[in-house]
């Protein structure tokens, strides 16, 4: 029991690795995360758009892209985006391997978010959209004003979770070797338990971990619950169902 405790509990390593996971490791989580949810976003609602199209020649590039995404493990994208472009001679981002962590994470999201995006458009009901069409409106106008609105405010619960999917997965960027003052939290961690073959290191990382993701749960089924009770009282599409299914990393 008292090496159970010293692996994974011992206070010495959690103090003296805390500094590191809260100042560099935290803040570098937190900007992967961010940057790769507004880029999954504006990427998620055009895939959409191209996904809900009628002509087959728009729709088929968008449902590669989706489909290949999200069959790849997570861990299979950042090692192609992160280690096989550089290799490749493809270096948008240089020898940079923050950018290149925060492409293949946004990636990975985008493709989550317009399949999310397609299921609460689809729930708008058609009228909403041939009512706006009736009054002259364009169709990618109708579509902007009328329709992707609505059908934003249906996935919210769903996108919330996709943000706390998108945090978690900002640790597999360890893989690109990021260098000083670019570490996220499991990088500090797994370096430390490198250096000591004691494991609290990672323990203090998963608690900043659930620091983050735990709040964001509950929002999200508050928000869910909260949406779901105001359907009861006015007609119109059901929210979304949270998150598609997608396999632990």
Do not use: W
């Amino acid at each position: 029991m008292l090496d159970f405790l010293r692996t994974f509990f011992d206070l010495h390593e959690i103090l003296d690795v805390l500094p590191a996971l809260l100042t560099e490791g935290l803040r570098n989580t937190l900007l992967i995360a961010a940057l790769a949810i507004v880029f999954g976003v504006v990427a998620g609602v055009l895939l959409a758009m191209l996904l809900l199209s009628r002509r087959r020649l728009v729709r088929l590039p968008a449902r590669i892209y989706v489909d290949v995404f999200r069959g790849l493990p997570a861990i299979v994208t950042v090692s192609l985006v992160g280690v096989g472009l550089p290799a490749a001679g493809l270096r948008p981002f240089g020898r940079e391997p923050l950018g290149y962590a925060v492409l293949a994470i946004a990636l990975i999201s985008a493709a989550y978010s317009a399949e999310i995006f397609r299921s609460g458009i689809q729930a708008v009901p058609a009228g909403q959209l041939h009512a706006a069409r009736s009054l002259g409106m364009p169709y990618l106008t109708a579509m902007r004003v009328v329709v992707v609105p609505q059908g934003v405010r249906n996935v919210l619960p769903a996108l919330a979770g996709q943000f706390i999917i998108d945090i978690k997965e900002s640790a597999l960027v360890y893989l690109l070797g990021l260098g000083f003052g670019q570490r996220e939290l499991y990088f500090i961690a797994q370096e430390r338990q490198a250096a000591t073959y004691n494991s609290s290191a990672l323990v203090a990382a998963g608690l900043c971990y659930l620091l983050l993701t735990i709040p964001l749960t509950y929002a999200v089924n508050k928000l869910d619950r909260r949406m779901r009770e105001g359907r009861r009282f006015t007609t119109g599409p059901a929210p979304v169902a949270p998150v598609p299914a997608k396999a632990a990393v």
